[in-house]
């Protein structure tokens, strides 16, 4: 007993160090930071929370104080933030994890510490019911605050990148969970703030948990190709540095290198091996202007210099040095060739400009004496205005709400020229629609069409960066519901939605007068009864759009309607004889069939153990739903998701709607593995192009049918002057089969691209 009590007094001992070196190292770098010495408020700070988390521990084992302290840390030294962030990382969780209500912390802090603190506490559970996402709630809640005060994303950041560094401790459902949000939301986020160094590593980390497989082979592949990289970047900056050093400039050349996550998103979307991506390395020329108001020219001075030395890509100047991004970032971006062929992407930046483009907004932000940000940033108060107005028309479904930040704020920006020569940016994708909503509602409303570089055009038209446009409106235009489909801003979209409930209210009025004067006809009295009865038998969802239809005169009540009401249309005794006939006879049959296979499927139960995995075998796999979103088999990295009747749907976890369910419903998230073998066969399919010759198609379907055994579901070929175009769909057992079938049809001669349709 005495060394039971013995070890506790020692391990207490070892954490208050721990715990004491921690703050301490924050202390040191908030002090050696350019903020005010605000190190009291810290202090008292960090002492409440320690008494409030106190004998409380993570899953890795460790006291939870060290989770506020790593975020106050990251606050401070990674982005570069003051004492109130500080103060609100230190308490961010007390309010969540403990007694202490927002009151207490106004009370003993101040009210601003107090709204970041609550911005950043999680509504309680249990509100929404199990069908709602919490998780899109909080972070509806998280925009609110946020939209006040931007500290309160950037201290998420914070909190999110340190669970993403300590998700090891996490079980599997709750990692897809966590990695997933990041990806969806978070990475894109830190990437809108500015906050380039967070988003590269928020994305490696998601990418590593959701796929280590894939992580570790693109790893290892950066490893062993780092010294031909070395030898390109030396060779391709030799003259660039002699060339600078001759013009006298002060300056840095950095070698960039892609991220693991980047470079395997591009291998996905492009179909391309890790051997085909051109753009790993880019370079980066960061220069000290010789005076601050000639930071422009300089910029261009050394994009002259260096366009002497090697051939740049017309297509790919990018001049966000005249014309930052909504986030604050300045570069030109110019594409060389290199001697050795090797297109290489040189990013020119001055010193100010490279601390924005690593820190964002922080590296620029100057705050007055109340800690308040000032006015003075005006595409960040832009961006916060754009959040203010999708708030401002709430969405009715918290899904579509993820749905319009997602497009708005995270789309890369396009420059569009007004008819008088004003500069507005909008998201890439936009339509002459969305440009029309952008500048008021009423134009956009009554907008008939577009002249573009003085062309005329159809609402729907994309617009492109440098387009001059002008709207076109009429008075008798009204907002239509195909408009929803092809409009991409969120301002659009919530404006058109409004204006849309506010016409189908009226035209639901209507239906409802319809259908109580047709009632009074007949002497039937509505109740919530008949409604569910025309309703069910219209088939339609919900009585809202039963009223719509009526209003629309899409349903005319009649006769039928009546004895559906009565019950007369039910099937009498008398009319049995259809059992006789042989085709219902059997048409019944194959439904109490489906009604079998349906039972067969597992459900889960109120004592299913939800952290634990659940394996897919040859036994079990017909218990489980395969959605047609992904097509899994063996050997795919997968998630379980428990669906609304409680069965269990398998999704790869790249799956577009996998992404959408993490990000959203991840507590219904399961870890799932396949143990199958190699028994069953899946559905797989491969493209293949390449330069059409005699015999090609021979070589081709005997590697696959005659050595690999493997068994040729459908074949599709097109020829198109001398280019061979194909889609093989094969069954196989699981993924390792399909990378040996690759593998084989890369030796064949004139095949130059073999693709696998995931």
């Known amino acids: 007993m005495d060394d039971q009590i013995q070890k506790d007094t020692e391990r207490e001992k070892a954490d208050d160090k721990m715990i004491d070196d921690a703050f301490q190292h924050l202390l040191d770098s908030y002090l050696a930071s350019r903020h005010r010495k605000k190190v009291d408020i810290i202090t008292k700070a960090f002492n409440f929370a320690r008494q409030a988390h106190k004998g409380v521990r993570r899953l890795s084992g460790e006291p939870y104080i060290m989770h506020p302290i790593a975020v106050a840390q990251i606050a401070c030294k990674e982005i570069g933030l003051g004492s109130t962030s500080i103060c609100s990382a230190l308490l961010h969780d007390v309010v969540e994890d403990t007694d202490y209500t927002i009151e207490d912390i106004e009370n003993i802090f101040g009210p601003k510490i107090a709204q970041i603190v609550d911005g950043l506490t999680k509504i309680a559970g249990g509100i929404f019911g199990e069908q709602a996402s919490a998780q899109a709630e909080n972070f509806k809640k998280l925009l609110l605050t946020m939209s006040d005060d931007i500290r309160v994303i950037l201290i998420k950041i914070c909190d999110r990148l340190h669970n993403m560094r300590t998700l090891e401790s996490q079980p599997a459902n709750k990692q897809y969970k966590i990695a997933g949000e990041t990806l969806y939301i978070y990475a894109p986020l830190a990437n809108r703030l500015g906050l380039n160094k967070i988003k590269t590593e928020l994305e490696n980390l998601s990418f590593r948990f959701e796929h280590p497989e894939e992580y570790k082979k693109i790893e290892d592949k950066l490893k062993s190709t780092q010294v031909s990289r070395d030898s390109l970047f030396d060779d391709f900056t030799k003259p660039i540095r002699e060339e600078l050093d001759e013009l006298g400039i002060k300056y840095q050349l950095k070698a960039r290198v892609k991220s693991p996550y980047s470079i395997w998103s591009k291998m996905q979307n492009k179909h391309v091996t890790f051997d085909e991506i051109y753009d790993i390395l880019a370079v980066r020329i960061i220069y000290t202007p010789k005076k601050r108001d000639e930071e422009v020219n300089e910029c261009f001075q050394i994009y002259v210099a260096i366009n002497k030395i090697y051939k740049s890509h017309p297509d790919r100047l990018r001049d966000w ?7 604050g970032y300045q570069a030109l971006h110019v594409t060389l060739m ?66 319009a930040i997602k497009l708005n704020l995270f789309a890369s920006e396009i420059f569009v020229f007004t008819p008088k020569g004003e500069i507005k940016t909008m998201p890439a994708g936009c339509t002459a629609l969305d440009f029309a909503f952008s500048i008021h509602t009423f134009l956009g409303s009554h907008c008939i069409g577009a002249k573009v570089n003085h062309k005329l055009v159809p609402l729907s038209h994309k617009l492109q960066s440098g387009d001059q446009v002008e709207i076109l409106t009429s008075k008798s235009q009204h907002v239509q519901k195909a408009w929803i489909n092809f409009v991409s801003t969120a301002k659009a979209k919530a404006k058109i939605q409004a204006i849309l409930r506010r016409d189908s209210r009226e035209i639901q009025h209507r239906g409802e007068e319809i259908l109580d004067e047709f009632m009074q006809r007949n002497d039937i009295e509505v109740t919530t009864n008949v409604l569910d009865t025309l309703r069910t038998f219209h088939d339609l969802s919900n009585t809202d759009d039963l009223f719509l239809a009526l209003g629309e005169k899409t349903i005319i009540l009649g006769s039928k309607d009546i004895d559906e009401i009565q019950g007369k249309n039910k099937v009498s005794s008398s009319s049995n004889w259809r059992r006789y006939v042989p085709f219902f006879a059997k048409e019944k049959k194959k439904n109490s069939h489906e009604e079998e296979s349906q039972q067969q499927l597992f459900v889960v139960g109120d004592k299913f153990d939800r952290k634990k995995p659940i394996y897919i075998t040859e036994d079990s796999i017909g218990t489980f739903i395969f959605p047609s979103c992904c097509h899994p088999i063996p050997g795919d990295d997968v998630l379980g998701y428990i669906n609304n009747k409680n069965q269990i749907e398998i999704h790869k976890r790249v799956c577009p709607v996998a992404t959408k369910l993490k990000s959203s419903f991840g507590n219904r998230l399961l870890d799932a593995r396949w143990d199958m073998h190699k028994k069953l066969f899946f559905d797989a399919t491969v493209e293949i192009k390449g330069i059409d010759r005699i015999g090609l198609l021979k070589e081709v379907t005997t590697i696959i049918s005659e050595q690999m055994n493997v068994n040729i579901h459908k074949l599709t070929i097109s020829c198109d002057d001398g280019l061979f175009d194909g889609s093989l769909e094969l069954r196989v057992h699981d ?7 690759m593998d084989s049809l890369k030796k064949v001669e004139d095949l130059k691209e073999i693709s696998q349709i995931l």
């Open 321 to 327: 040095v005249n014309h930052p991004k909504a986030n």
């Open 338 to 403: 290199s001697k050795q062929g090797r297109w290489i992407e040189v990013q020119i930046r001055s010193d100010k400009m490279d601390e924005i483009a690593e820190q964002g907004f922080a590296a620029h932000w100057k705050y007055k004496d109340g800690g308040e940000i000032t006015e003075d940033e005006g595409e960040l108060n832009d961006w916060l205005r754009t959040i203010k107005e999708i708030l401002d028309d709430p969405q009715p479904d918290a899904m579509d709400f993820l749905d």
């Open 735 to 741: 993924r390792d089969d399909m990378k040996v079938i």
